[in-house]
């Protein structure tokens, strides 16, 4: 039932991007635009997000005539609930600057799935220090030049995440500060130009200011959290719409798991 419901979705959304984009004029693509997406699953930074069938979507507004700078809210949800029975969705708030090597971008993340209210609040207008469910994430990532297209990713959580431990309090229970849990990546594009494209990749997690962080297994400060690869491919449907399809492989040594995941950027 579930692998029909995931195929009837992209069903549907392919067949209405192609007959919009067949019947559409050259125009000017303009500042705005919004994109979406289909998974079997979410997998970020080496943590299962949600092990069913997601949809994305991404709307972005370009600062500059060149969009090298966007400010955009990123959302996904689940098409049906966890084996806990919580259900996975997401908004996220974000400005990025990026041209065709370097990416900086400050995101605010915020899951709804399973919030501990005990910990933290379910309210997504709440920023303080001590309860916000909200995260305040850094993101960077530069690519080395042609001949040596090594990627280096680089992420820091600032601020929040009081459900995902990333708040530490006082033996009072008020704020004292928090973790800053911080994700490194090197990923290498090993097949390039080709039908099928093939990335490497090698993803560790450590804090800058505990023992733990947020994508280990609790045990050690510095642990590989993601190892895996990801190919990419484009389906072509018509001359004028083609279907860009990705797998990735991943494994997370520190938690013990792996996963497979398969998606669909429908337009």
Known sequence: MKKILLI???????????????????????????TANIQNNHL???????????????????LDKDKKWKVGIWGASSL???????????????????????????????NSRNINTAVASDDI??????????????????TFGPSFPLNIE??????GGANSGEVL??????????RYSTYVQASYPVISGKKVNLNAFLGAGFA???????????????????????A??????????SLPLMMMVMWNPSQKFARIQLAATVF
């Open 154 to 159: 680089a992420d820091i959580m600032l601020y």
């Open 125 to 142: 207008f709440n920023y303080s220090s001590r309860k916000t469910s909200h995260i305040i994430d850094l993101r960077t990532n530069y």
């Open 169 to 178: 309090l006082k033996p009072d229970g008020k704020y004292k500060s928090n």
């Open 44 to 62: 970020w930074r080496g943590l299962i997000i949600t092990d069913k069938p997601v949809v994305m979507g991404n709307l972005s507004y370009a």
């Open 208 to 230: 800058l200011n505990s023992s733990s962080f947020l994508y280990g297994n609790g045990e050690n400060s510095f642990d590989v959290v993601n190892v895996g690869f990801k």
């Open 8 to 34: 009837v979705c992209l069903g549907i959304l392919g067949t209405g991007n192609l007959v919009a984009q067949e019947n559409t004029e050259t125009h000017d693509e303009g500042r705005l635009d919004f």
């Open 232 to 241: 990419d491919k484009t389906l072509k449907l018509s001359e004028r719409y």
């Open 80 to 110: 049906t609930d966890d084996s806990d029975g919580t259900h996975y969705k997401e908004i996220n708030y974000y400005i990025q600057y990026s041209d065709e090597r370097f990416y900086i971008g400050l995101w605010d993340l915020f």
